[in-house]
Every structure is written in C-alpha cells, then in structure tokens.
C-alpha cells in the first residue's frame, strides 16, 4: 500500500494530538502551583475573619481590612446588621431568614464578584463577614471522598469520563480536519503536477500546469512549464525533420524512378538484339538488367512506403462487401500462385458483411503477401485464404504450409527493411518493405494485422477489419 501524504498528515496531527494532551496536564499542573503562589498573595487570604473574630463585635479591629478596599460586617441571631465597617454589599440592615439563608448559599457560588469570608460565633451569637472584591478567580480542584455514597461515586465518575472523552473525541476531529486541510494544499498541487507529467508520458506535449501559488510549488510549476515547453519544441523540431526526412526520400526515390527506368529499358532492348553482341556482354547486360529491375523494385516500394507516412497522403474509403471483394481480389492474384506451383484453397462466405475500404490500396497488402509467400517458399506449398465474420470485426486469413519465421524473430517482421537472415535476402532479392506497407495499410483501415508462425511450420498472417 502506497503510504500517502494524507495518512502521514493524519500521522503527523495525531502526535500533535497526543502532544497537545500532555501540554494540556502540564498546563493544569502549573494553574495548580500558580495557585497556590496567588493563595499566599491575595489580601483576603491574609485577613481570614478567623483573624479578626471577638467574643464582642464592638472590639473588632476592621482597619486593615478597610485600608485594603474590604469590609467587615456583623449580623446577630435576629439577622440585623449590628456592625459595619468599610465595603458594604449586603444592601439591608435587616434579613429574614430565607434572604439570609439565601444569601449564604449564593456566597459561595462561582462567579460572584466578592469573596465573603463568613465565620459564626457560637458564644456571642452572630455572624462575622468579611468582604473583599474579587481580582481573579480560578476554581480547579479535584476531591475524592471514599465516604461518599457509592451511587454518587459512580454518577460522578461517568459525568467525568464522558467529558473526558468527549473533550478527546473533539480534540482528534479538530486534528483530523485540520490534517485534512492542510494535506489539501499539498496534495492538490502535487495531483496537478502528476496530471501534468502524464499528460506529458502519454504524448500531450502541450499540457501545461497553471496552481496561481505563490510558495516552493509555484517555482516547481514553472520549471515543470519551461521543461514541457523545452519538450515540446524539441519533439515538434524532431517531427518537422522527421517530416523532411520522408519527403526527401519520396522526392529522391520518385525522381529516381524514370532514369532507372530509362536504363532498365535500354539495357532490354540491348538483351533482344544479343544476336550482335558477345557473349560477355550479354552477361555484364544480363547482370545489369537484373539488378536494376531490383532497384526499380526497392525504389518503388520505397516510395510507397513514404507515401504512406506523409501527412498529405490519405485513404479513400468506400462501403465495400469484404466477401465480394475478397474473392475478386483472390482471382487476380490466381494466376501468379498457379505460376509459382503452389496449391490453394479459399474459403470465404456467401453472404454480405460489409467494412470501409480502400481497394486499391487492400489489393497491394493481398499481393504483397502473396508475393512474399511465393519469393520464400518452393513449388508445390499450399495457400489459404479464409474470412470469418465476428460480432465487430472481420477477420482475414492467410496462410502457407511453407519453411515460416522463427518465432522470436516474427515480432519485428512489419517494421521496415527487415530480414530475416542474409542468405534467404540473396536467393529472393526482397526489399524489406512489403510487409511494412501492407501492416500501414491495414493499421490506416483501423484494423491490425498479425503474424503467427514458426521454423518450417508455415506462415499465417491475420488481418482485423472493423464492420459497419
């Protein structure tokens, strides 16, 4: 499995997740120890009414507790306020019992803005209240009482856990998204620059990459940019020579046909009037005739060849029925098979199945497998050609009883000026090109074309027509 960025983002935050916890219990520890420190520094932990409690309020020292912005108050057993020095925040000189009562419980609330420090004096009968205004108040304890009622225990443990557990199921979404957004940036960018270079992998030289960043991944958008551009006109350089190239070999090998044809015909007629001639000139004019016929060959299948691979040159398709065809095509080639002593047969079926094709051109892939069948192979060989119509396709075979390929080597056989070994190219003079233009020509027709053969196991080549 690919370890993505995403899972080593998630990765990443979820170490920072378990950071932020240990961060988290250090941070109480130090809210507890500055606690502690503030406990000793806070006025009104300096003046406890403890300290300033009388068996008789009037003797009551309420000076220090004034000079520092507090208050002392005293309340009897009939909840009247008998005694009041400095900040005063009870409001009334007279409580009933369940304003006084309330006012007690609330006293001890959080979030009040003064700190009551309330003490009862048993002996002389009333209430010391001390009163200062609260500057900050933090209020994080934790207290276990194994006395408690085990029902509380429990109730209170729950209420504990769940909002611990709550507080980390929150802390690990937050992670979870905030990887999930921040692995975003990353991989976006990444995504487009690997669009990119596929596009480039697959022939899209043009494709170009545009993240309107301004960080490192902007600077890697325009080397990619200036590397697609740098490629694109080398490659576009290369197919306009590429393109010349064929051309000059179209034009040399057209250009060259007419005065080898010149020379092919003159050194004919020497040939018919040989009576005049010696007989070691008849050789040398034998030798010439036979090899330029040769190169008249080779230079027209050359011209052929790059006929096929110019940009100007294309096929003229028509609606044909491959059967009729196939067995018109079958009959022109007849004679040069019946010449050549080889044995037929043709199997092809008698309805219609109709493909787009060009004629003229298919009429050359069907000579020039017969040719190339009949250059390789001795007298007395056996030649099939049978069609089989398929759901899309039709499928052309044709095949030779004859001294095959090697099947290695059949692989490379449609490319061009290639030979399976020197001494059968001595024998047969052939040009290397034959099958290489009949497998363009199939190829321009949609279709493909195969070999299967093997050393002395004969030849047969498939062609793949698609149907209309």
């Known amino acids: 499995m690919k370890n993505k960025i995403s899972h080593q983002f998630l990765l990443n935050y979820l170490t920072f997740f378990l950071m932020s916890l ?66 005063d925040t009870l409001g009334k000189k007279q409580f009933s019992v369940s304003e006084f009562t309330d006012f007690l419980v609330k006293s001890k609330e959080k979030g009040f803005k003064y700190h009551y420090d309330i003490l ?9 209240i001390v009163t200062f205004p609260t500057s900050m ?25 769940s909002v611990f557990i709550l507080y980390l199921l929150l802390l690990g979404l937050l992670a979870f998204i905030f990887s999930k957004i921040t ?20 022939g899209d030289y043009s494709a170009r990459v545009s993240m309107n960043l301004k960080n490192e991944f902007a600077e890697l958008q325009d080397t990619f940019n200036e590397m697609a551009e740098k490629i694109e006109t080398e490659i576009k350089l290369r197919e306009q020579s590429e393109a010349e190239r064929k051309k000059i070999i179209m034009d040399i090998s057209h250009d060259l046909k007419n005065p080898l044809a010149i020379v092919v015909g003159y050194t004919e ?23 330029s016929k040769r190169a008249g060959v080779l230079l027209n299948d050359l011209f052929e060849f790059s006929k096929l691979e110019s940009s100007e040159f294309s096929m003229k398709f028509h609606k044909t029925d491959i059967c ?9 080639i007849l004679p040069m098979i019946e010449q050549a002593g080889f044995e037929y047969s043709f199997d092809i079926p008698e309805k219609a199945v109709y493909v787009m094709l060009d004629v003229s051109q298919m009429n050359r892939v069907l000579f020039n497998l017969a040719e190339n069948a009949i250059r390789y192979n001795q007298s007395g060989t056996s030649l099939s050609v049978s ?82």
């Not at 009862?120 to 010391?128: D, R």
């Not at 009576?275 to 050789?283: A, F, M, P, R, V």
């Not at 009729?324 to 022109?332: K, M, N």
């Not at 493909?448 to 004969?458: I, R, V």
Request: net charge neutral.
């Open 183 to 202: 692995s975003i940036h990353i991989i976006k960018p990444l995504k487009m620059l690997k669009e990119g270079t596929k596009a480039l992998r697959e």
């Open 22 to 87: 240990l961060a988290a219990l250090f941070a109480y520890l130090l809210l507890s120890f500055a606690d502690d420190v503030i406990s000793n520094t806070l006025v009104k932990n300096r003046y406890p009414s403890e300290l300033i409690m009388k068996d008789n309020y009037a003797d009551i020292d309420a000076e220090s507790v004034v000079e520092h912005g507090g208050g002392v108050q005293v309340i009897n057993e009939n909840y009247e306020v008998v005694y009041s020095k400095g900040l």
């Open 120 to 128: 009862y004096n048993p002996q002389a009968k009333f209430w010391l």
């Open 387 to 468: 069609l089989y119509d398929d759901k899309t396709n039709v499928l052309i075979y044709f095949s030779d009883d004859g001294i095959g390929i090697p099947s290695h080597l059949a692989k490379n056989i449609f490319k061009p000026f290639v030979r399976i070994d020197d001494s059968r190219n001595s024998q047969t003079g052939g040009t290397g090109l034959g099958l290489s233009i009949a497998y363009k020509i199939i190829k321009s027709h949609g279709g493909d074309m195969e070999l299967k053969t093997d050393l002395n196991k004969g030849c047969t080549y498939i062609i793949t027509l698609p149907k209309i």
């Open 137 to 161: 108040r933090l209020d994080i304890s934790f207290v276990y009482n194994k006395e408690a009622a085990s029902e509380d225990l429990k109730n209170v443990s729950f209420v504990f856990i």
């Open 269 to 291: 007629l020497c040939l018919k009037k040989a009576e005049s001639l010696d007989k070691e000139l008849i050789n040398h004019l034998q030798i010439i005739f036979k090899n």
């Open 324 to 332: 009729e065809y196939l067995r018109q095509a079958c009959g022109d």
